[in-house]
T-cell receptor
Framework: EAQVTQNPRYLITVTGKKLTVTCSQN?????MSWYRQDPGLGLRQIYY???????DKGDVPEGYKVSRKEKRNFPLILESPSPNQTSLYFC????????????FGQGTRLTVV | DAKTTQPTSMDCAEGRAANLPCNHS???????VYWYRQIHSQGPQYIIH???NNETNEMASLIITEDRKSSTLILPHATLRDTAVYYC????????????FGKGTRLSVIA
């Protein structure tokens, strides 16, 4: 089954404690991206990757890092989480950068206290 | 600037067709119209997309006006599981063009 898998689904952490949210897709997609969703602000793109070893900033990259060492995986790293990073996070993948048909993961609800 | 305008909310009786409108009066000639939906904090789900012609798939139909300034997503026989926020998005098919989700339309399907 074609899918994008995020882990964990829920996470509560403390300010400053490094964390990684994993994202994996099984569709051999080139393009992957991370979004965060906050009430009243909709979904905003954090980072994206056009292919292996090719990543770039989206609209709200501050406080986040990503890596793309393999085509299937695109982890989101918070080196020093802060309370303003409390949000619902989604990973998405699509066949190519121009392809608008994206598959989204089930989401990671992060709370930073 | 918002590229699309959608009603905030709509109700639909179960079993009836749900017609969700979207205004995109500033759409350019090479921008596509995409529809996604999000069921209660789950990941957004792709529904359908089109450029000029009407499109139909197993989930829905997309009707685009001849001037392309508006479109309608049609769920032919709405069920309770179709209750969701529906997003209309216009985008190019090139490079990193992130999906820009506006506020969408909250569709409530009522038994």
């Amino acid at each position: 089954e074609a899918q994008v898998t995020q882990n964990p689904r829920y996470l509560i952490t403390v300010t400053g404690k490094k964390l990684t949210v994993t994202c994996s897709q099984n569709m051999n997609h080139e393009y992957m991206s991370w979004y965060r969703q906050d009430p009243g602000l909709g979904l905003r793109q954090i980072y994206y990757s056009m292919n292996v070893e090719v990543t770039d900033k989206g609209d709200v990259p501050e406080g986040y890092k990503v890596s793309r060492k393999e085509k299937r995986n695109f982890p989101l790293i918070l080196e020093s989480p802060s309370p303003n990073q409390t949000s619902l996070y989604f990973c998405a993948s699509s066949l190519s950068p121009g392809q608008g048909k994206a598959f989204f993961g089930q989401g990671t609800r992060l709370t930073v206290v | 600037d918002a590229k699309t305008t959608q009603p905030t909310s709509m109700d639909c009786a179960e079993g009836r067709a749900a017609n969700l409108p979207c205004n995109h009066s500033t759409i350019s000639g090479n921008e596509y119209v995409y529809w996604y939906r999000q069921i209660h904090s789950q990941g957004p789900q792709y529904i359908i997309h089109g450029l000029k012609n009407n499109e139909t798939n197993e989930m829905a139909s997309l009707i685009i006006t001849e001037d392309r300034k508006s479109s309608t997503l049609i769920l032919p026989h709405a069920t309770l599981r179709d209750t969701a926020v529906y997003y209309c998005i216009v985008r190019l098919h090139s490079g990193n063009t992130p999906l820009v989700f506006g506020k969408g339309t909250r569709l409530s399907v009522i038994a």
